[in-house]
């Protein structure tokens, strides 16, 4: 099982950018595919990014919603992901959730271990 902590949201102005991290109490964070889930009030989890190991040519997937604003990225000898928010609006606003899984795949279920999350919230 891996113990994941997220840091780094807050309020911000829409427009604004905001930088989350997350990280992970393993010795074998690089094995491990991490992604960002958030998710709204009275929603369903939704799927924002997702890195490979490398996050090479490939090793990153983004939501429709996010991508060109966005930016997942890791570092492996940190055991940290983080994630770029730039231009952020209001409909971002939401709980941000980092989670870990053994391949690469958008489906929440398939992600076994989560963060406590962070919330972020974006004002108009």
């Known amino acids: 099982q891996v113990q994941l902590v997220e840091s780094g949201g807050g309020l911000v102005q829409a427009g604004g950018s905001l930088s989350l991290s997350c990280t992970a109490s393993?010795?074998?964070?690089?094995?491990?595919?991490m992604a960002w889930f958030r998710q709204a009030p009275g929603k369903e989890p939704e799927f924002v990014a997702t890195i490979t190991w490398s996050g090479g040519d490939g090793g990153t997937i983004y939501a429709d919603s996010v991508k060109a604003r966005f930016t997942i990225s890791r570092d492996n000898a940190k055991n940290t992901v983080y994630l770029q928010m730039n231009s952020l609006k209001p409909e971002d606003t939401a709980v941000y959730y980092c989670?870990?899984?053994?391949?690469?795949?958008?489906?929440?279920?398939?992600?076994?271990?989560w963060g406590q999350g962070t919330q972020v919230t974006v004002s108009s």
């Open positions: 393993t010795r074998t964070f690089a094995n491990y595919v």
């Open positions: 989670a870990a899984a053994k391949f690469l795949t958008t489906m929440p279920g398939e992600y076994k271990d």
